[in-house]
């Protein structure tokens, strides 16, 4: 059968036409690619960094606990302790396991373990007071010089004066290796030691738990002012121009970038109201001064797509508007609300900039234990560690990148399962 | 011709406005009590919307204004001493689409009783529910699933569970906006059953797309066009003979 004329002129053009889809699609596949390819990159640098950052190097060391010398006042308070001679007690056994004679041989053995081994022998023996007057095995991390060492950061190859180890130490290492008294163990100072500039004994607890606080303030603000606000203007508030300059200046408010938050919170927070500066609180104000906008946003949305009919339903048997609302539309709307907020907070979880302004990147040794007590939060403590010039703060900096981007997983992970637990269909 | 006994619903030279447009142009009609009272009329003639006005559902839509006078057993409803709440709670509405709440069977009839605080107890609200359910026909097939979403409900069912919902506050007036729109013939057909049963106690206005419907359900019909009242009258006599000739091209078939 004879084409017609319709099926001629399309046929001829159907070959552009492929071509032309093929194209579209190859540009989308190299995008996507593109995009694989940079968060395999991403994600391959933080793991090979952050993975080997959660172990480090640590020496077990046969311990005499001798009460008389450790705990001079024998109630094992904390000043007794401090008066009692650890830090004397671990170095003779390392000058014996060393075997160290000289003064200089003496010097660099000493140096071996990390500054914190002291405190560490008097919290084992708080923890442990049955085994006083007992001899112990005990775990010291090594200084982060003798870890990077065992690491293959620092070469016997190079020049003794290139390198911050020198030969009598590394001689020492070798020795104490060959004993098999070094051991290569999941970090214990990671996850619970606080701010250090020790590189062994710097960890992210005190920012963690900066970061929980921190976030539980921005939560109990913003949340609750987010709904309120996008229910009286989705619900209640009347169309005018000025209610209309308002949904804009919530947009807008979304696109303002963070450090001007910050400095928001500086003039108003600490400035006018005289609240301390480095708190959880005044972060989680400006966090949640900052989250707002997307909270709202996000809620606005959520009411929105609460079909009108339920409202007819509501008021069409006498309920009133507010009833109609809290009984029907904002349950409704609850489930998009809280994944809205979700990711504002996940967002608030990543926020440096502003808590920069207010003071949260001081160094703080404490783990804070209310709001209002001096912290820091898990960016802000990369951001620091990421200054540091020792290695292992290269690696621990990975390691607490990977630590945030799992709260992050869990966060969005928390945010799909309550959208998934808590969506109705009507 | 059959008289109107008792006069419930007064609408006197009503207009309604959506902004500069005017949707309803002075109509003045009596609804009487514990009847069916059909309106009929083209697409967008504003039956509906003259509908909304008897219980104020218009008040909801930005810019809408009504001029005149209506009146529900006596009282101006437009009055500004009137609250909406137990107007509506005296003239309850059902919609064109069926809009049962995502909720259990039990809570969509329990919610109108629950917020008026008709029932002191929960066998009291059981009692309640029981009597809605059943005036609305749908006791029989939901008595042992009232924990279930009535949304699980089939479509003419969920309308019947509008209806209990709406009958549960005891209403005087029900208005239907084109109930059975969205409803198979059998669904229609059992609505319609409904409502000839529910007019023994209630006064019900319905708005219509289907002649048929009117002219099987309703014993007063009135016909609307481009926002005025053409014609209003018995049923039988506005089906049979139309005073009006735009009536009579409607019912006819050739406008719509």
Known sequence: MPLTKTEQIVNASLKARRKKERAFQLFGIAAIALALFFLVTLMG????????????????????????????????????????QAKKIIEEVVLEKTGAKSRNGRKAARKLLSNGSDTRLTSFVRANPSLLNSTQKVKFALDDDADSYFRGFVKKETPEQQRRLSNIQIEYLDKMNEDGLISHEISDYLFFGSASRNAEMAGIKGAAIGSVLTLLVCFVIAFPIGVATAVYLEEFAPKNKITEIIEININNLAAVPSVVFGILGLAIFINLFGLPRSIPLVGGMVLALMTLPTIIISSRAAIKSVPPSIRDGALGVGASKVQATMHHVVPLAIPGMLTGTIIGMAQALGETAPLLMIGMVAFIVDIPGSVTEPGTVLPVQIFMWADFAERMFVQKTSSAIIILLLFLILMNGGAIWLRKKLERRW | MTDIVETIVNCDGVSVFYGENRAI?????????????????????????????????????????????????????????????????????????????PKTIYENVAYGPRIHGLARNKSQLDDIVEKALTGAGLWAEVRDRLQDSGTSLSGGQQQRLCIARTIAVEPQIILMDEPCSALDPIATSKIEALMSELSNEYTIIIVTHSMQQAARVSQKTAYFHLGNLIEYGDTKEIFVRPKDPQTEAYISGKIG
């Open chain 1, 45 to 84: 640098s933080i793991l090979s960094k952050g993975i080997p950052g959660f172990f480090q190097y640590y020496i077990t060391l046969e311990i005499e606990l001798d009460r008389e010398r450790l705990d001079p006042l024998g109630d094992l308070s904390e000043q007794s302790l401090f008066d009692g």
């Open chain 2, 25 to 101: 142009n002075n109509i003045s009609i009596d609804i009487g009590k514990q009847s069916i009272t059909a309106f009929i009329g083209p697409s967008g003639c504003g039956k509906s919307t003259f509908l909304r006005t008897i219980n104020r559902m218009n008040d909801t839509i930005e810019g809408c204004r009504i001029e005149g006078r209506v009146t529900v057993d006596g009282q101006d409803i437009y009055d500004a001493s009137v609250d909406v709440v137990p107007l509506r709670a005296k003239v309850g509405m059902v919609f064109q689409k069926p809009n049962p709440f």
